[in-house]
């Protein structure tokens, strides 16, 4: 990750002084983070088109198996996961209406470090269609809501695919 990474930048941008104090805490991991990480990893298979096979089933069904108390499945995340993938789907056809042209870009890692002193993130969906981009992030966390009007992570991602692909369009 970024010292000043996208995903908490809401934190970082309210208060500087915590990019600091975080640095006295080790980084790492946790169940949540993993199985975050794990339903980020299936949308991406699903929207390129090899969703569901049994190599990410499998990886899925493990780590349930691994962390019973978080009574999750692949049922489950795919059930969660459905209408995600539907609303891409439906933002896709609708750019692709206004402009045949329009593309998809998944888990695409941008640079801010124009803005950001070694700034980079990962979007996990921008649609560029025409001169609108739409920038689609999931959510799979449980217990903390995030909004994603004026959410700075997503600002954050599309100032950095706007100027990935600022030249191109």
Not at 7 to 28: D, H, M, T, Y
Not at 104 to 117: C, G, K, N
């Amino acid at each position: 990750h970024a010292r000043l990474n996208c995903s908490s930048a809401k934190r970082w941008i309210n208060c500087p002084g915590s990019v600091k104090l975080a640095e006295l805490f080790p980084q790492g991991s946790s169940v949540y983070a993993d199985e975050g990480s794990l339903a980020h990893e299936l949308a991406e298979k699903w929207l390129i088109g090899t969703g569901g096979n049994a190599e990410i089933r499998s990886k899925i069904e493990m780590f349930y198996i691994d962390h019973p108390d978080l009574g999750g499945s692949y049922k489950e995340m795919q059930d969660y996961l459905e209408p995600y993938i539907e609303f891409i789907a439906d933002e896709l056809d609708a750019a692709r209406h206004e402009d045949p042209g329009a593309t998809i870009h998944t888990e695409t890692r941008v640079d801010l470090s124009q803005w950001i002193p070694d700034g980079f993130g990962t979007t996990d969906v921008a649609i560029l269609g025409g001169d609108t981009l739409h920038v689609i992030d999931l959510k799979y966390g449980k217990g903390v809501p995030v909004s994603a009007e004026g959410n700075p992570q997503i600002r954050l991602y599309a100032l950095g695919m706007l100027d990935l692909l600022g030249d191109i369009y």
